[in-house]
């Protein structure tokens, strides 16, 4: 060992205690006849003196030293004459009786401090040195943490942790495969799993009863700002259960790594239908830290001859509490935020309610003060709130008002990174229609299990079948989803027709799993949670990047180790591959 | 819940209790008056009971099931007549009032019992039907537990669990490896790792102290019958310490996971240097369950006349204890063995050491009954032994001896799987030379350290440098191994010239880790143990095929969802790919 103790262990009860410390050179301060180091690792700080007293051969090795490099210090605890109180180690100090260099270093590319004078781009390409900063070293221990967390509660309810292969195979449903071409079956390649989906069904079908993972996996997607090309899920699948019995399980998982990571007790997580959610929330991920709902005042607001809305399919209107001071700057701001492509509305109506109890309106010249009293009713406005309208589809202005709404809370603070609001998210339908493919995808995965009363739908009017999905919303986030399989080789087949498989089709990528069906499948459900999205929430973070060692930029690439790369001519040809590059065109 | 009690649960004190049993059709046994039906889930095994008393309608159900079905009982918990001791829920019986059908099964392709009437071809088809066996789940359930007690020992000794990134970037040192084309960086590759290595050493460098990660590996080789191309590591490292210090946490790690899981205590390793393991077993991974070192009897055997002996370079004996015995036909079959290209050995010499105290040897014609009892007492051979020799070139014998000293162990019975004997093997070369490149090959891996005091011979002679590696081995298998690591720029930089790397090549290949080394890279060292292999140690297998719950075969195939596959044109196309086959040729 290169140390007796680490740099944040020593105590007002070790002094006179000879130790041997080790770590990087956080800063030198040098008052002339006294020079202080203050010597870090993974543990904490503690400060080394040389004064006047320390041997001349010592106080030469300061010379050398600089930032960041690392020395092995000897010397003798003592009592700090001028303690600090905001470090464990503050009371004492090392009186140094030799120091060794271990490694010297260059003047880093950034400071190592919690806030650091170092871009993202530079952070990256030195992940290693942005690693050392303790705000960073802190987010990936919360995330071994919860993962431990995770583990104990999974294993105390006997579920087996398998791992499932990285080496499976390609399946055009779904997202984008990475694939991995196979050398020693000449034209053939293996693909990354998007997640252990199949793999797991077959463990239930295989008799494990409880199984859990926590587990890579990976997409070959245009990358957006929160999204990485390998991720890491907690996959869990179960036997002989229905939804209720899943969300059970899961809620107490979920309530538990809050208390045991965090300390916070979580209240029970109310269920959601999702047609509520999109009706109130205009979301299928409702941010339920506040309220602020969603209200349909198509009847209030039509024939009173204003066009816009006369001719709307629906009118739509939130509440901003408090907000009926808005300026007008204020207002147009919002009005070109709704109008943003991402958002979509064509203009933003207004009525703020004045405290004397009158009303002032964009649409005044429509609507009379009795009209707009009806609008507040509605909606619950009272003296000195702001009610926002939006008209058009009704798709279109329940997804802009759920935008909106979040807009608004973020400006009026009703967002505390600290306050944690899960819910259940429930009875999604269980198909969607895609208008590029002309024909129904499945919403959450083609093994997902229709509601039973809603199977006779499936023939008659497949875009009204609700399926047994669920998906876990924590404050506006969604961390995790799954649903109730379908354990029968014929509700699968038919699955797939309407996905629009041919038999053959389904055959050739499913075929194990519609076989392994014909051998007595049990029922049985599952869920899988975003654990870096877990990780960044419990970190109080927005991106997902900082729970993660190593992660790639927006491109895929590892600045660091300057990956992906090309590869050498054998290598392609051992593979049987050739490149055929657009670029050269 | 589709049950109120798994199939291992229901005891005595639960008669009279109204229960629902879900799980499998084991078997049915029809006495007429009576059927009994053993139910089985992962749990157990639960007798279900129809007779007179029993309802028509249940009784009706009963001539739709069999073998494999998943089905609901529904019945009271009462005292069977004559129990069953060896199965826990054996004093116990349901008397059904209810069977519900929840999955019909086919006719399974092997009977789903501890010794199956399946090979391996067809359980690997149907591995979701073998996974149900009680065997293969077993040791299923024994991996998970190793792999939570590796867990709690790490966590309770402060490493971090810290996932590395899987998408990578191909090296040229080591085996091959599996690449993965991008499609967002047209013509370049990620690789999969074949070990976290230079991701570890770099968390190092970024001050974590201690690492650990149970993680997935790839390597893309010919497969050998205990290779898989994805297999699973314990990977770890840690800062500021020296071998002995991995060698005592590591061992520490060993001890706990056979406490906590097989109850089983371990003593301390033994250390044994790299040369005595060479010499005493002929291996690197010596097999310390039973002696019969190997000794060079070449000063007693030389200058009596015999050629074959006297032109070798090294004479090599072992002996093989109470094998006086062996019959002509015995000795003729291990002069077959030696011979197999694989051993390499010419032919093979032996000295009976009869009851009478005379010896009996293949060359009486040239060695005296003195000259064969100064070999027998240097092999500590006595009456009724038999001592087996051979003669050539010292590396080949010394390997071939270490062969036949298992063979004859293993035909003495001598290599009980019960008993563990673990060792460290240290002090192994640093580099070794390649006749097919020519060039010095890192025995280890190019970040090993050599030991301080050889560092010098890296200049004179290579070949002789020791380093501060080190390998875990049990009963004659390698279970882990690592090294204390390079720490400093230019030493790696000398490493990577004497393998043969151009300035260029290392800066490309390895520069992130050489420029790291500059901001203060403290002296770190690590180890990472084949999981699957030490799985299927605890577990009692001769494959590691049994402790994986989706292998793949020695083609590294995956004949269960048939993969690797082909894909199709457009996934090529979007990847910038063409295939180049040589089959077409």
């Known amino acids: 060992m290169f140390r007796t103790h680490t740099c944040g262990e020593l105590r007002i009860a070790d002094i006179n205690s000879k130790v041997i410390l080790a770590g990087w050179v956080q800063r030198i301060r040098d008052f002339g006849a006294m020079t202080f180091i203050d010597l870090r690792d993974r543990y904490g700080i503690t400060q080394l003196v040389i004064n006047e007293e320390t041997a001349d051969s010592v106080a030469k090795e300061l010379d050398k030293l600089g930032r960041e490099f690392v020395i092995q210090a000897i010397g003798a605890v003592r009592e700090r004459s001028s303690k600090n109180n905001n470090i464990p180690t503050g009371e004492i100090e090392i009186a140094l009786t030799e120091i060794k260099v271990l490694s010297p270093s260059e003047i880093p590319p950034f400071t190592i401090q919690d806030n650091t004078d170092g871009g993202d781009d530079l952070r990256m390409k030195y992940r290693y040195l942005d690693l050392r900063r303790n705000t960073v070293r802190e987010n990936l221990i919360l995330r071994a943490k919860m993962a431990h967390a995770v583990r104990s509660y999974l294993n105390a309810m006997d579920f087996i942790e398998t791992e499932t292969p990285v080496l499976i195979k390609s399946t055009p449903e779904g997202a984008r495969d990475f694939v991995v071409p196979s050398r020693m079956n000449e034209g053939e390649f293996y693909a990354l799993p998007q997640s252990p989906q199949l793999f797991k069904q077959l463990l239930m079908i295989g008799g494990f009863d409880r199984y859990y993972q926590i587990v890579k996996c990976f997409r070959d997607e245009d990358l957006r700002a929160d999204r990485q090309p390998e991720f890491t899920q907690i996959d869990c699948e179960m036997s002989f259960v229905e939804q209720k019995d899943i969300l059970e399980t899961f809620e107490g998982l979920i309530k538990y790594v809050f208390k045991e990571v965090l300390n916070i007790e979580i209240e029970d997580f109310p269920w959601m239908p999702y047609s509520e959610a999109m009706e109130n929330y205009g979301s299928d991920k409702p941010d339920t830290r506040f309220d602020m709902l969603i209200n349909n005042i198509s009847n209030e607001t039509k024939g009173k001859g204003f066009g816009v809305f006369d001719s709307a399919e629906f009118i739509g209107a939130i509440c901003a509490k408090g ?130 009363e809603d199977i006779l739908l499936l023939d008659t009017d497949p875009g009204k079948v609700r399926a047994n999905a669920y998906d876990l919303v924590i404050n506006g986030v969604e961390i995790g989803g799954g649903s109730v399989r379908i354990f029968n080789s014929e509700l699968q087949a038919k699955m797939f027709d309407k996905l629009g498989f041919t038999a053959e089709q389904a055959q050739a990528q499913f075929g194990f799993l519609m076989n392994a069906f014909k051998y007595g499948a049990p029922p049985h459900a599952g869920i899988a949670f975003g654990f870096d999205r877990l990780a960044s929430m419990f970190a109080g973070l927005d991106s997902i990047r900082d729970v993660i060692a190593f992660p790639k930029n927006n491109s895929g690439r590892d600045v660091m180790i300057d990956s992906p790369s090309t590869i050498a001519a054998e290598q392609l040809d051992e593979l049987s591959l050739k490149l055929n590059l657009k670029k050269k065109e």
């Open 323 to 452: 907000c009926a001071t808005y300026t007008r700057k204020q207002l147009d701001k919002l009005t070109n935020w709704v109008k943003r492509p991402q958002i979509g509305a064509k203009g933003l109506v207004y009525v703020k309610c004045n405290e004397d109890g009158s009303f002032k309106s964009s649409v005044d010249k429509f609507y009379s003060q009795d009209n707009l009293k009806e609008w507040a009713d509605k909606v619950g406005a009272t003296a000195g709130d702001l009610i926002l309208v939006l008209s058009g589809d009704k798709n279109t202005i329940l997804n802009a008002l759920g935008g909106l709404r979040l807009e608004i809370a973020s400006q009026l603070g009703l967002r505390n990174k600290d306050t944690f609001k899960p819910l259940w998210v429930v009875d999604f339908p269980l198909l969607e229609w895609n208008e590029e493919s002309n024909r129904f995808h499945a919403m959450h995965h083609p093994f997902t299990a229709p509601k039973p």
